[in-house]
């Protein structure tokens, strides 16, 4: 079985600076699927929750999001942030 490309953990910070935030707006992005309050969704490889706490926030509370990556070190960090906000 071949190897896949694995995000190297120590590099973290890097998927939540504020140059990609810049670059990327995944609020705006989300938005464009339309996303509504109470939705189930899905972040697969989600690392660092670049776009798992803003769909939770799209979501709310009556919603759902399942962050899933291979590395348990990101999913480490990830759990590190604040919850969504009520929404």
Request: proline content about 7%; charged content about 30%; aromatic content about 8%.
């Amino acid at each position: 079985m071949r190897e896949t490309h694995r995000f190297d953990p120590e590099r973290a910070r890097r998927l939540d600076s504020p140059w990609r935030r810049e670059t990327v707006d995944p609020e705006g992005l989300l938005r464009n699927f339309e996303v509504a309050v109470g939705s189930i969704g899905v972040d697969l490889g989600c690392g660092t929750g670049f776009f798992t706490i803003p769909l939770a926030n799209l979501v709310g509370k009556s919603g759902k999001v399942y962050a899933v990556d291979t590395s348990k070190e990101l999913l480490g960090y990830l759990g590190t942030k604040s919850p969504p906000e009520d929404t």
